[in-house]
Every structure is written in C-alpha cells, then in structure tokens.
C-alpha cells in the first residue's frame, strides 16, 4: 500500500510540474490574476504604434505646407512667364522648337500649355504653333497630372530659357501693344476710354504722367473717379495675361478716335468762358435762356464759369489763397487795366511790405491783350479747381457779382 501511494505522488507532482512549465523560476503561476491582452488589435495600442501615427500625422501636415508654397511659387512662375511671353514672338518660337527636339522635350511643353491654362495658351501660342499641332497638344494637356514638384521643376526650367534670353538678346526691344498711346493727345485718350469700365480706365491712366491722369480724373464725376483710384491702387492685381489684350483691343478702337482738335474741344468749359468774356446784359440773357431750355445743363455751365471782373466779391480767404498760388508778374498783369476795385482786392492779398512794389509795377506795366488773355485764364482755372474742389460756389459769387452791378447800373442812371 505504501509503495502504490508513492507512486500515486509521484504522478500527481510530476502533473503539477508540467502545468507550470514555461513560468520563469520563483514565479507561482497566477491563474487567477487578469492578463493583458496579448492581441494588438485589443487593449492598449503600444507606445511604438502610437509614436508611429503622430509621426505619420507630422509628415502628411508638412507635406500639404509644402505642397501649399510649391503651388503660390508655381503661379508667381505662371505670372512671370506670360510676362516674358507677351510681345516677343521671337522667343515664343525660340521655345517652341527648343521643346519639340524629342519627346521628353514635348511632354514639358504639354505640361506648360496645362499649367498657363488653355484660354491664356491658345492666345500666347496662336501665332506660333500650327492649329491642328496645338489641338493635339490641346487635349494631352487636358489628360495630363503632374505633382507640384513636377510643376515647379517644369517652370523653373521654362524661366531659366526666358532669363538666358533677356542676357543674350536684350536689344530687341519687345512690341508694345500700347504703343499706340504715343500718337494720341491726352484729349484723346480720354475719349478713348471714357465708355470703358473703371478697371480699364485706371489701367491706361497708370501709364499715364501723373498729370496727365490728374486732368482726366477731374473730368470724371465723383463715384467714377472714386472707383478708378480705387482700381489704380489695386494694378498689381490684374492679371498679366489680359494686359495684352486690353492693348490690342484699344489700339483698334484708337484707329477711330476723332483728332485732337474734335475731342479737345470741352463744350461746357467753352461756353463757360464765352459767358465770362460777355458783357452783363448779354451773359444773363444766355444764362435765362439756357435755364429755360436744360436746367441741368445751365447748371454745369454756371458751376465752371468765373467772371474775372467778379474778383471783389469772391471771400477773401479763397482769394487770398488764388493769388498767392500765382506769380505776382502774372497777377498783375491779369489786373492790368481793370478797375481799381479790381486792382485793389488783388493786391491786398499779398503781403503788405510787397504791396508798395506791384503798386509800381502796375502803373509802368503795359502788356498786350493776348499776355493779359493768358493771365487771366490762370486766375479763371484756379477758380474753377476750387470749385471742383468744393470750396467755392461760382454760380453764388456770379449771382451776387450780377446783383451787385445791377444796382450800380441803376445808381448811375
């Protein structure tokens, strides 16, 4: 019995040894204790994994970063190269055979006519590459996809031909669509564009001399002039693809410009100085007839007349400010032969030690009826730049001038 129950030992012990095989040693087995889970698709993710998705995450972010700056570089490049294109079709053909070699060389011209697009691409290549050849082209262009980095390499390549070019063949000067500005009259110009909208308008007067787009602003009314400065501070913007057929597109409507002569002439000023060479009598009947007739019309034509003999009762402040802003030569020659009323509220408007001096150039001076024309035409514009500019009424100092000299006319008789 004994030696059986050894036995029956033996075997349970060597049952319980093999139960706990593979535990490490002074380790009881803990059968009763939770396990992690030992699927990674259960649980806990691993620090490894973990660390690997935010990696993954930064590298896609940078990637879109960079795809972002690849692209603004990209149509910075797009703007240049039509910049370069435009006017020389000595070039465009240059780089047209340099990219019909091989078809390497082909395929980066389809890639180009995909990145200018191909509204501005049929305009830049029309002349130089044959209808049927750029169709073909065409529809590559339109199944192609290229990577920003492609582009961008692609561009960079385009540019690098076009700065090579400006080195070697800088002589050649480029056509200029907007040539046709030079034989025109700023008087002309202003008719050229005074139906186009006020982007077009602010694109011809930035290439006009400052003074030259001063005069056809203040031919404007107030919100058109407002909208073309508006339109002139934002040039930049425009996009350099449509500078060349703004150019074209005026340069035909310029073949039908009337001569200087025609359009220089501007009515309402015209008829503005004829009232203010009329005499009283006269004046005022042409200004009640016109009333009659277009009251908007007598209106504008008050507003720009100034009578030069109404000098004395424009406020002194505004005169004051007139006739400093002239040279006193040309003062006193406009005042020359005036009445002294005249004479005397001219020359109170400088200052009192120079006073003693005009006196005595007024009474040696003797100028002759065009230099004194001339003069006063100084002093009929610098009115009506007050006018425009809103600090004088002339129809109010032409009212008060008209009532005034009636009342002296019925004194005298």
């Given at each position: 019995?004994?030696?059986?129950?050894?036995?029956?030992?033996?075997?349970?012990?060597?049952?319980?040894?093999?139960?706990?095989?593979?535990?490490?040693?002074?380790?009881?087995?803990?059968?009763?204790?939770?396990?992690?889970?030992?699927?990674?698709?259960?649980?806990?993710?691993?620090?490894?994994?973990?660390?690997?998705?935010?990696?993954?995450?930064?590298?896609?972010?940078?990637?879109?970063?960079?795809?972002?700056?690849?692209?603004?570089?990209?149509?910075?490049?797009?703007?240049?190269?039509?910049?370069?294109?435009?006017?020389?079709?000595?070039?465009?053909?240059?780089?047209?055979?340099?990219?019909?070699?091989?078809?390497?060389?082909?395929?980066?011209?389809?890639?180009?006519?995909?990145?200018?697009?191909?509204?501005?691409?049929?305009?830049?290549?029309?002349?130089?590459?044959?209808?049927?050849?750029?169709?073909?082209?065409?529809?590559?262009?339109?199944?192609?996809?290229?990577?920003?980095?492609?582009?961008?390499?692609?561009?960079?390549?385009?540019?690098?031909?076009?700065?090579?070019?400006?080195?070697?063949?800088?002589?050649?000067?480029?056509?200029?669509?907007?040539?046709?500005?030079?034989?025109?009259?700023?008087?002309?110009?202003?008719?050229?564009?005074?139906?186009?909208?006020?982007?077009?308008?602010?694109?011809?007067?930035?290439?006009?001399?400052?003074?030259?787009?001063?005069?056809?602003?203040?031919?404007?009314?107030?919100?058109?002039?407002?909208?073309?400065?508006?339109?002139?501070?934002?040039?930049?913007?425009?996009?350099?693809?449509?500078?060349?057929?703004?150019?074209?597109?005026?340069?035909?409507?310029?073949?039908?410009?009337?001569?200087?002569?025609?359009?220089?002439?501007?009515?309402?000023?015209?008829?503005?100085?004829?009232?203010?060479?009329?005499?009283?009598?006269?004046?005022?009947?042409?200004?009640?007839?016109?009333?009659?007739?277009?009251?908007?019309?007598?209106?504008?034509?008050?507003?720009?007349?100034?009578?030069?003999?109404?000098?004395?009762?424009?406020?002194?402040?505004?005169?004051?400010?007139v006739v400093r802003k002239l040279q006193p030569d040309d003062v006193i020659t406009a005042i020359s032969g005036t009445t002294s009323k005249i004479k005397e509220a001219a020359i109170m408007c400088f200052?009192?030690?120079?006073?003693?001096?005009?006196?005595?150039?007024?009474?040696?001076?003797?100028?002759?009826?065009?230099?004194?024309?001339?003069?006063?035409?100084?002093?009929?514009?610098?009115?009506?730049?007050?006018?425009?500019?809103?600090?004088?009424?002339?129809?109010?100092?032409?009212?008060?001038?008209?009532?005034?000299?009636?009342?002296?006319?019925?004194?005298?008789?």
């Open positions: 019995l004994l030696f059986f129950w050894v036995l029956w030992k033996l075997r349970k012990f060597k049952a319980i040894s093999t139960e706990q095989e593979g535990f490490p040693a002074l380790m009881p087995p803990q059968s009763e204790t939770p396990q992690l889970p030992s699927s990674p698709n259960q649980g806990f993710v691993s620090i490894a994994d973990s660390n690997a998705k935010l990696l993954a995450g930064h590298e896609n972010h940078e990637n879109q970063l960079n795809d972002a700056v690849l692209i603004a570089d990209n149509e910075r490049l797009i703007q240049e190269i039509i910049k370069q294109m435009i006017g020389r079709d000595d070039w465009k053909q240059e780089l047209v055979q340099e990219m019909s070699r091989d078809k390497q060389s082909m395929d980066m011209l389809t890639q180009l006519i995909a990145s200018l697009g191909m509204s501005t691409s049929r305009k830049l290549f029309s002349g130089t590459i044959p209808q049927n050849t750029y169709l073909d082209l065409e529809k590559l262009a339109e199944e192609a996809s290229s990577s920003p980095e492609e582009e961008n390499e692609m561009l960079k390549d385009i540019q690098k031909f076009f700065l090579t070019k400006q080195l070697t063949d800088p002589e050649q000067n480029k056509s200029n669509p907007f040539s046709f500005m030079d034989q025109l009259s700023t008087s002309q110009i202003g008719f050229l564009v005074k139906d186009e909208p006020a982007k077009i308008k602010a694109f011809i007067f930035g290439r006009l001399e400052s003074d030259e787009a001063a005069e056809l602003l203040r031919d404007l009314s107030k919100d058109e002039r407002t909208k073309v400065a508006l339109e002139l501070g934002k040039l930049h913007e425009l996009p350099l693809e449509l500078v060349e057929k703004i150019g074209y597109n005026l340069a035909e409507k310029a073949r039908h410009v009337p001569d200087d002569g025609t359009v220089g002439v501007d009515g309402i000023k015209f008829i503005a100085d004829v009232l203010g060479d009329l005499d009283n009598t006269t004046r005022q009947e042409l200004i009640n007839g016109l009333r009659t007739s277009d009251i908007k019309l007598s209106e504008n034509i008050e507003s720009h007349c100034f009578i030069f003999e109404s000098i004395p009762v424009v406020p002194k402040d505004i005169l004051l400010e200052p009192e030690k120079s006073r003693p001096a005009l006196v005595s150039s007024l009474k040696t001076k003797s100028p002759d009826s065009d230099e004194v024309r001339a003069a006063r035409k100084l002093f009929v514009q610098s009115m009506r730049d007050m006018s425009d500019a809103g600090r004088l009424n002339l129809q109010e100092v032409n009212t008060k001038f008209t009532q005034e000299s009636s009342q002296t006319e019925s004194a005298e008789q």
